[in-house]
C-alpha cells in the first residue's frame, strides 16, 4: 500500500505520467511513510464523453468558444 | 464533491451518457444537497469480457439464446 | 451492471441516500436501458479529513467563514 | 454484493479472466456467504503506461533486461 | 500489479478476509500469471445503509421476512 | 478532473493528508496541466484486516517481528 488511482481525461502522454508518478510516490513516501516499493500508481485514461463535471460532460465543454 | 463513477459494459451512446448525468447530477443537488459545480461522474464503459455476474462474463451470457 | 459508487464526505441520511438510489437507478433503466435487478449502488462516506477539492481539505475548507 | 474490481496491466485473454472470475466468485460464495447471483466482478485492463509500481512505469519496468 | 478491491456490506471476520485473499491471491497467480509479490486485496466494508441492488438499500431488504 | 483516490491502511494524520493532497494537486497541475479547481482527491482508510499485500492481510505482516 497504499494504491493510487488517477481518473481523468485522456490526453496526457507517458512523460507527463512519468514525472507525476516520480512526484506522487514521492510525497507519499516522504509525508505519509508509505514503503515505496508498496506504491502503486494507476491513471484511469477517460475519452471526453465519459467524464462530466456540474452536470455537462466534458466533450460538450469543448464546444464552447 | 461528490464523485460518482459508473461502471459497466460499453454500448451507450454519448447523448444516453449525457441525460444520465444530467438526472444522476440533478438527484446529487436536490436529494443530497450537493453543490452542482463539485459533481463529477464517469462512465467507465468495459468490453463485455471484462463484467462478470454471478460467475459468468457478459460477454457468455450473450451466447445464451 | 452496472455498478454505481458515489464518494463524497459524510452527512446524508439514509432517507437521503434511499431517494437517491431511487432516481440514479430509476435513471440508469430509463436512459441507459440497464436491467434494474443488475444495478448496484454503493456510497463511499469519508470524513472531511479525507477529501480534498483545488488543493484543500473539506474539514479546514469548513474553517472559512 | 460484493462487487469485485481488479485493476492491471492488460494482456489477460478471455479464457484467462473467465477461469479467474468463477475461482473468485467461488471463493466470495465459499468463505464469505455472499449469494452467487449478486456478485460482480469486473476487469480494469490498463496501457503498460497506465500502471506503476515502485515511482516506475511498467513500460518502463520492460526495458530492463 | 494486480489491484484487487471487493466491495460489500460489512459483517465478515478477519479470519474470513484471510481466506478470500488467498484464494483471490492464487486465483491470480495461478490463472492470470500475476506475481504473488505484487498482489494487492484491499476489502472496502460498507454498512447496510450505503449498499443497493435494484434500487433498494441493503438495509431496507433485511426488513424483510 | 482529475479524481484521485487514495487508499491506504488507516494511521496518517490530518496534517500528513494535508500536505500529500498539496504535492499530488500541485504535482498534477506542473506536469499534468489539470485545472486545480477540478482536482479532487480523496483517501480511503481500511483496517490493517481490509488490505493484503502478498496474500497476508497488513494486520498479519505486523504480527511479525
Known amino acids: 500500500m497504499p494504491h ?15 514525472k507525476i508518478v516520480e512526484r506522487v510516490t514521492q ?4 509525508e505519509g511513510r508509505a514503503k515505496i516499493e508498496n506504491i502503486h500508481v494507476t ?8 467524464y462530466a463535471e456540474a ?3 466534458v466533450a460538450d465543454q469543448k464546444r464552447a468558444p
Chains 1, 2, 3, 4, 5, 6 share one sequence.
Do not use: H
Open 4 to 18: 493510487v488511482q488517477i481518473t481523468w481525461v485522456a490526453g496526457r502522454s507517458a512523460e507527463q505520467k512519468r
Open 27 to 30: 510525497a507519499l513516501v516522504e
Open 43 to 50: 491513471f484511469n485514461d477517460l475519452p471526453a464523453t465519459d
Open 55 to 57: 452536470g455537462v460532460l
